[in-house]
């Protein structure tokens, strides 16, 4: 396995529909890769909860078994990774302490915020995981298929509250959280997965919408999610994963070094027509770090080698496919 090999795999983020660790995932952690999502069913990410079959049959020994044999397979320290978002969708929900509900997380101080996420994030870090997908600090006032039922309070001060005590309670703990989807989306006029959508708000509206994700970083969170969307007022061209403008105004403007990471790099808005592997290279090629794909061997297989042969052709420079698997397996190595 060549070093190219190695940090094509570090990159990719693939989604792990099963509790083992089947063919095409132990073949991924051989090769390289280091982190993976531990996936909701469609139909528990659309109703935003657990099914009460995952809560019946689903343990905390299971969980914890299944991180500790990947783990064992992996060439170096994992990234095993959750969605848990306050008020929206917890993976983990039936295994770890309640977060309260949007209506009553406003009521909370900050030391009853605290206290609540710590719990949180003390339990999920017992069954081995090291990344949380959360929280979301888009602040919706328009339409939002995509984010109903996600969101945390309907102003930028409260989200950012929220977020801030989430953020700094639970990496106290040693888990790392992802603020998403950067740089905010109040008004999208349909679902950016299954359509091709653009968002087309004013760049005093996206301005408003960035202002939850400077405190975050200014809180130190350790990983930034962009969305899905071509933002039009920053770049009206290319969706966020694939833009460097966006990932500049990130790095540069926010003054964010640490991790970033594509949302799902099939959705309809980031493809444009393009082929799974084309978008990986572009989205390496911009500056995103890890790149979330639905799993299994010919998407892993495909993104990879698409990203190897095109460092081998000089399209994507190997220096900057380096640097991207190296933030990601110095954030492995600190958990």
């Not at 206290?115 to 003390?122: A, D, H, K, R």
């Not at 309907?154 to 740089?183: C, L, W």
């Not at 005093?204 to 039009?232: C, H, K, N, W, Y």
Request: proline fraction near 5%; hydrophobic fraction near 45%.
């Amino acid at each position: 396995m060549t070093a190219v090999e190695l940090d094509a795999h570090a990159v990719l983020f693939p989604i792990c529909n099963s509790t083992e660790v089947v063919d095409w995932l132990e073949q991924f952690l051989r090769a390289g890769g280091r982190s993976f999502l531990m996936a909701s069913s469609t139909e528990e990410y659309a109703a935003r909860r657990v099914s009460e079959e995952r809560s019946d049959s689903e343990t905390a020994v299971k969980i914890a078994s299944f991180v500790e044999a990947a783990q064992a397979v992996a060439t170096g320290p994992l990234l095993v990774s959750a969605d848990a978002e306050p008020t929206g969708v917890e993976r983990l929900e039936h295994l770890l302490p309640p977060i309260p509900d949007r209506e009553a997380l406003r009521g909370l101080t900050a030391e009853g915020l605290s206290q609540v996420f710590t719990e949180y994030g003390q339990a999920a870090r017992e069954l081995g995981v090291a990344l949380f997908l959360g929280p979301v600090v888009d602040n919706v006032w328009g339409r939002n298929e995509w984010l109903a039922g996600r969101t945390l309070a309907d102003s930028n001060e409260e989200i950012t509250r929220i977020a801030s005590a989430y953020v700094r309670s639970v990496q106290a703990t040693g888990v790392s959280t992802m603020a998403k989807h950067f740089p905010g989306h109040p008004d999208l006029a349909k679902n950016p997965v299954y359509d091709d959508v653009n968002l087309t708000v004013s760049a005093a509206d996206v301005e408003q919408g960035i202002a939850p994700f400077r405190a975050l970083i200014e809180a130190g969170v350790d990983s930034v999610m962009v969305g899905p969307v071509t933002v039009e007022t920053i770049d009206p061209v290319n969706p966020a994963a694939t833009s460097p403008t966006l990932i500049g105004l990130l790095r540069e403007d926010l003054g964010f070094d640490r991790l970033v990471v594509s949302d799902d790099l099939d959705a309809a808005s980031t493809m444009k027509g393009r082929s799974l592997g084309q978008v990986a290279v572009d989205s390496i090629a911009a500056g995103v770090d890890l790149l979330l794909i639905p799993g299994g061997a010919e998407n892993v297989e495909e993104c990879a080698n698409a990203l190897f042969v095109a460092v081998d052709s000089g399209e994507l420079s190997g220096s900057k496919l380096a640097a991207a698997a190296d933030r990601v397996r110095a954030l492995a190595a600190s958990k």
